[in-house]
């Protein structure tokens, strides 16, 4: 494959995965919060995502979607105020993903353990493999672009995006 065909790989089936899995389709679980539109196929998922982003040490919380919401809501409004960028922001919009599943999203071999596209909105997680941390830096991809009306530099946003990751730590 050259490198042209390479470059667009990613973007491209993200692309497609939009069109085929939308938000509203047939046997998707979503969740509204003040900051969030979370989607994913199935309960179990969503129930492993809550239990991954909740700040707990020795027995993991029973699920429970307001108190799954209000913690999706409190990560994001501290990534605002860490950032200085609190107030009305586009809702973001979560996918969750089991790790079969996210794998084959991208041309990299599952090397990425989530990731945020600028143009959709959207962060796509690996719920096997997320914590509270990583989904602040991606959520802080989605405060800066916004903020700055549209997607900062490669380099300039992982640097922001650690940041955030690391105060929260």
């Avoid at 069109?19 to 509204?32: F, K, R």
């Avoid at 353990?113 to 991606?138: C, P, Q, W």
Wanted: charged fraction near 25%; proline fraction near 3%.
């Amino acid at each position: 494959m050259n490198k042209m065909q390479d470059k667009w790989k990613i973007p491209l089936t993200a692309c497609m995965l939009v069109l085929i899995w939308s938000p509203g389709a047939i046997g998707t679980m979503n969740i509204a919060t003040k900051h969030t539109n979370i989607s994913a196929k199935s309960s179990k998922t969503v129930e492993k995502f809550y239990r991954k982003i909740s700040d707990y040490v020795f027995f993991a919380p029973k699920y429970d979607q307001a108190a799954m919401a209000k913690r999706v809501d409190s990560l994001f409004e501290r990534v605002q105020k860490i950032l200085g960028m609190e107030g009305d922001i586009p809702v973001l919009q979560i996918k969750l993903y089991p790790r079969k599943e996210f794998v084959g999203l991208l041309a990299d071999g599952g090397k990425r353990r989530s990731f945020y596209l600028y143009n959709y909105k959207t962060v796509y997680v690996n719920v096997d493999d997320i914590h509270a941390g990583m989904l602040a830096h991606e959520m802080s991809h989605h405060i800066v672009g916004e903020r700055f009306g549209g997607r900062l530099r490669r380099k300039t946003a992982e640097i922001i995006a650690t940041g955030v990751e690391r105060r929260l730590g």
